[in-house]
């Protein structure tokens, strides 16, 4: 499977993005999906996962109430609709899919699937 993720660009504080991830190769509907975002000099974070199916989604605390994951498997592709941007949120954002329990779905190296990033810098 490979994810193409796209829809980053610069935004104001206060103001939105919708990224999308795409699949190709196979489909998104067996995998857990999930976005993670990487800053200049930091780690690797976890920021929204969504279940097969959509039934089930989790947020890190900084995003929880601005951010919204959702899935649309009929069009192979995952969603991160990100409102009331932050400079903090400025980041390259990546998607991810992979097979695992809930319980470990915020863990990175639990993804075999990885998107090539895309850049959202946020501006004040």
């Known amino acids: 499977v490979q994810l193409q993720a796209s829809g980053g660009g610069l935004a104001q504080v206060g103001g939105s993005l919708r990224l999308s991830c795409a699949a190709s190769?196979?489909?998104?509907?067996?995998?857990?999906m999930a976005w993670f975002r990487q800053a200049p000099g930091k780690e690797r974070e976890f920021i929204a996962v969504i279940s097969r199916g959509g039934s089930g989604t989790a947020y890190t605390d900084s995003v929880k109430g601005r951010f919204t994951i959702s899935r649309a498997d009929a069009k192979n592709t995952v969603y991160l609709q990100m409102n009331a941007l932050k400079p903090e949120d400025t980041a390259v954002y990546y998607c991810?899919?992979?097979?695992?329990?809930?319980?470990?779905?915020?863990?990175?190296?639990?993804?075999?699937?990885w998107g090539q990033g895309t850049q959202v810098t946020v501006s004040s």
């Open positions: 991810a899919a992979g097979s695992m329990a809930w319980s470990a779905s915020q863990n990175d190296y639990m993804y075999y699937y």
């Open positions: 190769g196979g489909t998104l509907r067996s995998y857990v």
